[in-house]
């Protein structure tokens, strides 16, 4: 059982970039993968999250408007786009997978069940 984040790197201000998760070893299909991010020196935060089965989505509101989170069920893959990139998005941003999540708890890391590696993002010019 693995999820794998990658697409992250270096970008300017106002740009863009697209993270994937991918998963092996185990179907997404009735899970929902969030999203997650830490800077230096601060906490883990809760940037998304998708329900596999549905396509239901939460956002934070730091990233609303600006971030897209898609599923591919085929691919077993969930991909974030971010767009309109700023410093403070600035993190390692990690994808993890949940057997349940709501509105109210799906931006707690305590409810996910596997996380991937992270993958650094520096929004900088």
């Known amino acids: 059982v693995q999820l794998q984040a990658f697409g992250g790197g270096l970008v300017q201000p106002g740009g863009s970039l697209r993270l994937s998760c991918k998963a092996s070893g185990f179907t997404l299909d009735w899970y929902a993968i969030g999203w997650f991010r830490q800077a230096p020196g601060k906490q883990r935060e809760g940037v998304s999250c998708?329900?596999?089965?549905?396509?239901?989505?939460y956002y934070a509101n730091s990233v609303e408007g600006r971030f897209t989170i898609a599923r591919d069920v085929a691919k077993n893959t969930v991909y974030l786009q971010m767009n309109s990139l700023k410093p403070e998005d600035t993190a390692v941003y990690y994808c993890?997978?949940?057997?349940?999540?709501?509105?109210?708890?799906?931006?707690?890391?305590?409810?996910?069940?596997?996380w991937g590696q992270g993958t650094q993002v520096t929004v900088s010019s």
């Open positions: 998708i329900s596999m089965s549905d396509g239901t989505t």
């Open positions: 993890a997978a949940a057997r349940d999540v709501s509105g109210s708890s799906w931006f707690l890391g305590w409810e996910y069940d596997y």
